[in-house]
Structure formats: structure tokens, C-alpha cells
């Protein structure tokens, strides 16, 4: 079974340009999470989708980041424009649906932004 | 507020040595879920274990155990007979139920164990 696929997996962009960053969940988990971690900082949660929908998106830091997930499967999650603070690893994880012991991570997207 | 202190960020071992990572975490919900997450090189988090606040039980898997105590606020885990396999940077995360948002987890910096041949 294939695991959480994040891509690309390295992106290195100007200050003021835009990125897109693709999380591909286990297939069937309802669930899906964004997380990051700036440098030397805790990784903090972003946001939390359930299917299609944002269940909980209080840790997006404001509205340069949009989130969103196209039918319940893949999520995308833009930041535009980016800014020199927006450099960090960006994680995501999912879960099936329910009460559930773990979330399985993908191996992150470590965004430097110039 | 929650919060998850890991206090050691770095510590170093020769093989075979036992090994202790200390988690300390603050939080005023008297049901609360604890994890530890490996983060081997390839760089994904890799599931370890969960607890949630009503089971104090200590648990040992393999050559992985787990210490809770509530009166100390503490989740530490002890790696015996560590091996070279074992380096990785070890996170303690902590997580709440708040109307089935029971995964909004909060992480502790991090510990990069080293074990050395």
C-alpha cells in the first residue's frame, strides 16, 4: 500500500513568487492534515480537512496560504506570494475516518524561500 | 494551552548503549492523547506510539519502552541496546479531543539521537 506522497519534495523560490505544494493521502483516508516546521521551531499544525471540507484551519499562518482538496482526495496547499518567513518543512499527514490511534506522515516538502 | 518540552536537542550514544529521551508536556484537559513520532533521515514521521491519559501502564515493545507518570507531567521513552538503526530525531506530540478534532497534535522541538558503531 502506498504511503503518504508529498511532492516535490525540494522547492527553492524568490521572494514574492508562488508555489504549490501536493499531498497525496492513503487511499481511503477521509482525513487530511498540514503541518510545518520552521526552522529550529516546533512543527505546528496548519490545517485539517475531512473529505473536501476544512474541519480546522486555525494554524494557517494568514491569507497568503490557501488550502484546498479537490473531491476528497489530494490536497494542494498555495502560498502566494511567499515570503522569507514562509521557508520550513511542510508535512502532511492522514488518517481514515473515525477514531483513530495514528497518522501516517509523508516525508515533507522543504520549501526555501530566497 | 498546550505545550511538549523536549528538553535534550541532541545527545549521542555508542551502540548498545540504553538510551532515555525525556518528554515533559503541559496541558489543562484532563483527557489528552501522547505520541512519539521517529523521524529517521528519509524524513518521514513514523508512528510509534499512543497513550491517551486514563492508562498509566507502562509499555515496553521490543527494545522500546514508554514511562508515563501524570504526577510528573512526563511520557519518556528509553531505547535499550540501541543500534546505528536507531538514529533519528525523536518527536513527543500531544493531542486533545475537541469536537472529533482529536489530532490537532502539538509537538515537542525534537531530540536527534546519534548512535555510533
Known amino acids: 500500500e502506498a504511503g503518504v506522497t508529498q511532492f516535490p519534495s525540494h522547492s527553492v523560490i524568490e521572494k514574492g513568487q508562488t508555489v504549490t505544494l501536493r499531498c497525496d493521502p492513503i487511499s481511503g483516508h477521509d482525513n487530511l492534515y498540514w503541518y510545518r516546521r520552521v526552522m529550529g521551531k516546533e512543527i505546528k499544525f496548519l490545517l485539517h480537512f475531512v473529505k473536501e471540507s476544512k474541519q480546522d484551519e486555525s494554524g494557517m499562518p494568514n491569507n497568503r496560504f490557501l488550502a484546498e482538496r479537490t473531491g476528497g482526495t489530494y490536497s494542494t496547499l498555495k502560498v502566494q506570494p511567499a515570503e522569507l518567513e514562509d521557508s520550513g518543512v511542510y508535512f502532511c499527514?492522514?488518517?481514515?475516518?473515525?477514531?483513530?490511534?495514528?497518522?501516517?506522515f509523508g516525508s515533507g516538502t522543504q520549501l526555501s524561500v530566497l | 494551552a498546550q505545550k511538549v518540552t523536549q528538553a535534550q536537542t541532541e545527545i549521542s550514544v555508542v551502540e548498545k548503549e540504553d538510551v532515555t529521551l525525556d518528554c515533559v508536556y503541559e496541558t489543562r484537559d484532563t483527557t489528552y492523547y501522547l505520541f512519539w513520532y521517529k523521524q529517521p533521515p528519509s524524513g518521514e514521521l513514523v508512528f510509534l506510539i499512543r497513550?491517551?491519559?486514563?492508562?498509566?501502564q507502562n509499555e515496553i515493545s521490543g527494545r522500546y519502552s514508554w514511562n508515563f507518570q501524570k504526577s510528573t507531567s512526563s511520557f519518556n521513552f528509553t531505547i535499550t541496546a540501541s543500534q546505528v538503526v536507531d538514529s533519528a530525531v525523536y518527536f513527543c506530540?500531544?493531542?486533545?479531543?475537541?469536537?472529533?478534532?482529536?489530532?490537532?497534535?502539538?509537538f515537542g522541538k525534537g531530540t536527534l539521537l546519534t548512535v555510533n558503531p
Open positions: 506530540a500531544l493531542s486533545y479531543n475537541r469536537g472529533g478534532s482529536n489530532y490537532k497534535l502539538t
Open positions: 499527514a492522514s488518517s481514515p475516518r473515525g477514531f483513530n490511534e495514528k497518522l501516517f
Open positions: 497513550r491517551n491519559s486514563f492508562d498509566e
